[in-house]
């Protein structure tokens, strides 16, 4: 009997990386990275990982000087703002696409058509560029089909999982941007809300609800970061999907991280959904790190093929592996993209 040997190069879907961030920040991401110690990700690097589809952030912070950093904004009520800096970073992706240099993901069609550049699944981190619920379609017709209500800091939409007084509650505009997502068919994001925002999202969303980028409470801190045991099963009970975060600390505390703490959270996440349908990947690569913050031999996108390899070696079977690494986020999204 033949033994199917994984190949090194898996297709995979990477479901967070801050790409037009990095563009703005000053980064050519047509090229590859030329200093490996300050970042690894580019759109050659992807391709040549066999990372074809690729969840790209529309990343934008409150309280940083625009003037400086084109992802800021004055403070969650500057609406004008948040909008101005979100829209830069549409265009990055426009102008991408233009140049024939990656593809936009809008329908479910859009996921296994063969291309030749990496596909591009727009998702909004943090809802304040959306000015009200009557300002959303026209976002969706840019493209935009994930949106988490806040980052870390928190919107006015809803409260972040920082440990700043902004991790409060879902609110009642940010009830109504649900409502209004749903009626879209835009997935929602939880990475980055707090305990009492997810519980409200859960409360009031119809539609499909992902961590885009998160790990386990338990195997790290006792942080709103990181997912609870009980959050991890909503949102398998829920059709959704949690996409494994390579930041070193949030694997683990106190040093860095190694593949085996990846396998861990890989793991207890399938353990607790009681299958191993809904882990991917949201590797966050570059997400305001260095590779010095991935975890030890998993630093370039290059080396996926480690991890899959160590699933391997912890007798997952090859179906899974390939579920973990691609079929499990575009069987997601097969599911969940408006067809409109």
Not at 209 to 216: G, L, Q
Not at 231 to 258: C, D, W
């Amino acid at each position: 009997m033949i033994e199917f040997t994984i190949p090194h190069v898996l297709r995979w879907i990477d479901g967070h990386l801050d790409l037009a961030y990095l563009e703005l920040g000053g980064r050519d991401l047509r090229e590859h990275v030329r200093n490996t110690q300050e970042g690894c990700i580019s759109l050659p690097a992807l391709r040549e990982a066999g990372i074809e589809i690729v969840f790209g952030t529309i990343f934008t912070e409150p309280g940083i000087d625009a003037a400086k950093f084109p992802h800021g904004y004055q403070s969650s009520d500057d609406s004008a703002g948040a909008e101005a800096a979100g829209l830069r970073q549409v265009a990055v992706y426009q102008k991408w696409e233009a140049a024939g240099e990656v593809s936009i993901v809008r329908s479910p069609a859009d996921v296994e058509r063969p291309s030749p550049v990496p596909k591009i699944v727009l998702l909004m981190e943090g809802a304040d560029p959306i000015r009200s619920p009557d300002h959303l379609r026209a976002w969706f017709d840019r493209g935009v089909r994930i949106v988490g209500l806040t980052w870390a800091a928190g919107t006015r939409y809803a409260g972040g999982n920082s440990s700043t007084p902004g991790s409060g509650p879902l609110t009642s505009q940010g009830a109504e941007m649900i409502h209004a997502l749903d009626e879209l068919g835009i997935v929602h994001d939880a990475s980055h809300l707090s305990d009492a925002a997810f519980d409200g999202l859960m409360a009031h969303a119809k539609g499909l609800v992902i961590a885009s980028h998160s790990n386990c409470r338990s195997l790290v801190e006792p942080k709103q970061r990181h997912l609870r045991a009980d959050q991890i099963k909503t949102i398998a009970e829920r059709g959704g999907m949690v996409g494994l975060n390579l930041y070193s600390p949030f694997l683990i505390k106190g040093r860095r991280a190694t593949i085996d703490d990846c396998i861990a959270h890989v793991e207890h996440i399938a353990d607790v959904m009681g299958h191993r349908r809904g882990i991917s990947l949201g590797s966050d690569m570059d997400g305001g790190f260095t590779p010095k913050d991935l975890p030890i031999g998993l630093d370039h996108p290059g080396h996926l093929h480690s991890l899959s390899q160590a699933l391997r070696d912890r007798g997952w079977p090859d179906a899974d592996i390939r579920g973990f690494a691609f079929e499990n986020w575009s069987r997601f999204l097969d599911a969940a993209l408006p067809s409109h």
